[in-house]
């Protein structure tokens, strides 16, 4: 749903609501005369009829104030996602929080059919594999993510419940028992399914946001995360987080962000791709320099290279324009032309019905498999903090979640 679309409905709903006050008006004062020349056993009825009216009145202005207030937010040039949080969030210790989280990777770019989820779930394969307590968040409504982790898991009824993480109703002992645990994958692996419906609780959130209802929804998947049930307790607590994310900067993607220690940008190596890649870029360091200045950008990973023996001239040539211009931006963000994601009939084979790192066949195209997976995700253990020291935690260890995060009025 465009924001055009979006703004034209909002001027049709104020239109509408201009005609209805026109009528209730003229309804008025037909009261009043009522009033004034009936009998008195229907004065009553009119008496309760004009405070039916006054209340409609009372409701109306208040929608109509709603709607200019969406009005002047999509119509003004400030990108409203990136506007500084509002008292009681405190952005000093979501800093803190983010330099002593566990690793949270989104897996993020703003064009579709690059590789994300593909990449997503292998990586998460690769961790789990090791030992590590992986939590999966599907953010794409289209579910791309869910499809292929539940249909190789072989789990046929599921409830999509990421949408919960950004709405931020429920509390977290609530929230982590629901997360889906893929044992017959792995039993180190859990995820949070979505599924079309939360392109719908996106656009909803987004909107209580705007006309008031909600003080701030850019932090709820982050509170939650950082909650000590995700966090620090032995028996439910995670290694890692990794978020597929939309290709659209919307509640998902903004929520996302927020709660994120790295992210990591795949591309495929050609002109649309190469464009689309420079706007996340962009997007991302805005994003920092606003909101979450400790997010690390672990890199632009090529993906469905076109050979294993090496990059083409046409890539190459992407390539060079992607570590030339990045340079513009505040952080330098490499290519990682050591670890592409070479495009594998396999994969394709395989589409969005199984991981393949979970694959069991050992013949040699299932190793390359791996061996290309286990090579990037090896380059992120690297650059990512696997322990938290007391000193870089600033969560409140006591036992309490903080509620004045979550911000108090939830309707």
Known sequence: MSFDYLWASILQVKESIVAIVGLLSSAYAIFR????????????????????????????????????????????????????????????????????SIPVISVLNFKGGVGKTTICANLAGYFASIGKRVLLIDFDYQGSLSNMLLNHARIQEFAPTSHKLIEGREKPEQIRPIAERLTSLSSNLWLYPAFYEFSRHEIQVMFRWLVGKEQEIRFNLHDYLQSDLFQIESKCAFDIVLIDCPPRFLTGAVNALAASTHVLVPTILDGQSHEATLNTLHVIQKFRQNLNKNLKTLGVVPSMVVSAAGYNERELEIIEKLERQITEFHELTP?????????????????????????????????????????????????????????????????????????????
């Open 33 to 100: 005369y009522g009033r004034a020349t009936a009998s008195k056993p229907y004065q009553a009825r009119i008496a309760e009829l004009i405070e039916a009216n006054s209340t409609q009145e009372q409701e109306i202005f208040a929608l109509k104030g709603r709607a200019d207030r969406i009005d002047a937010v999509l119509s003004s040039k400030e990108d409203f996602w990136s506007r500084a949080p509002q008292s009681p969030f405190d952005i000093k210790r979501h800093a803190g929080e983010i330099s002593g």
């Open 335 to 411: 290519v990682l032309k050591k670890h592409p994601i070479v495009r594998k009939e396999s994969l394709a084979i395989a589409g969005g019905s199984e991981v393949l790192y979970f694959n069991s066949s050992n013949d040699q195209k299932m190793r390359d498999i791996r061996a290309m997976f286990s090579n990037l995700a090896s380059y992120i253990e690297q650059q990512v903090n696997w322990k938290h020291t007391d000193a870089a935690r600033i969560i409140d260890l006591r036992g309490a979640y903080d509620e004045a995060r979550r911000i108090a009025s939830r309707s």
